[in-house]
């Protein structure tokens, strides 16, 4: 009887500290997924500027600063950090955001006053530390999600997932145009 005792406070003692890890890791990649969202926010923050600037040089370009004042506003807006499927649509427009203001970085260089407006330089330096801390940011979330996925797809993490709130989220992956070559013919003609 004592022996039936000390495997159920056992088996009850395994049980909770994987309860207690599920909980910790899914805590851990909602921080994760926070800091991706603060580092977003900069860049958010800053693309206006970036835009204010380049407007008064760039009359030409009107499409493309309409379409990242556009990609800006779905890339702000809220989501559930807890459903993997509005996760991967933030992913996704802030994804967007970023492929076009790749693009529009890369067409103020065909304007030499903008290019050399101090304003712009010191936006666009500010922008790629943005985009560095993002990429780290990405990176600590993937981690993060590793992790937590693994233990609530093991046994018997599985089971207590439901209890845990928790749900298999998606990782960050990146979009269809960074994984393409870069072409530096089209950049350079």
């Not at 926010?41 to 835009?51: A, D, G, M, Q, Y």
């Not at 529009?104 to 500010?126: H, N």
Request: proline share 4%; charged share 25%.
């Amino acid at each position: 009887m004592d022996i039936i005792l000390i495997i159920c406070a056992g088996l009850a003692v395994v049980l909770y500290i994987w309860y207690a890890k599920i909980v910790s890791r899914r805590n851990t990649a909602g921080e994760a997924l926070s800091g991706i969202d603060v580092q977003l926010t900069k860049r958010s923050e800053l693309v206006p500027n970036i835009l204010a600037i380049a407007k008064k040089f760039m009359e030409h370009e009107k499409e493309l600063l309409e379409e990242v004042t556009k990609l800006r506003s779905k890339a702000t807006a809220g989501y559930d950090a807890l459903d993997p499927k509005q996760v991967a649509k933030h992913f996704e427009d802030s994804a967007a955001l970023g492929a076009q203001m790749g693009k529009l970085m890369i067409s103020m260089e065909a304007y030499p006053d903008l290019k050399s407006d101090s304003a712009m330089v010191q936006a666009q330096k500010t922008y790629n530390e943005v985009e560095a801390q993002i990429a780290a940011a990405r990176r600590f979330y993937n981690s993060a999600v590793s992790d937590l996925n693994n233990s609530i797809e093991i046994f018997p993490g599985n089971l207590l997932a439901p209890l845990a709130n928790s749900r298999v989220m998606p990782f960050y992956e990146g979009d269809t145009t960074s994984r393409e070559p870069v072409d530096a013919a089209k950049l350079l003609g």
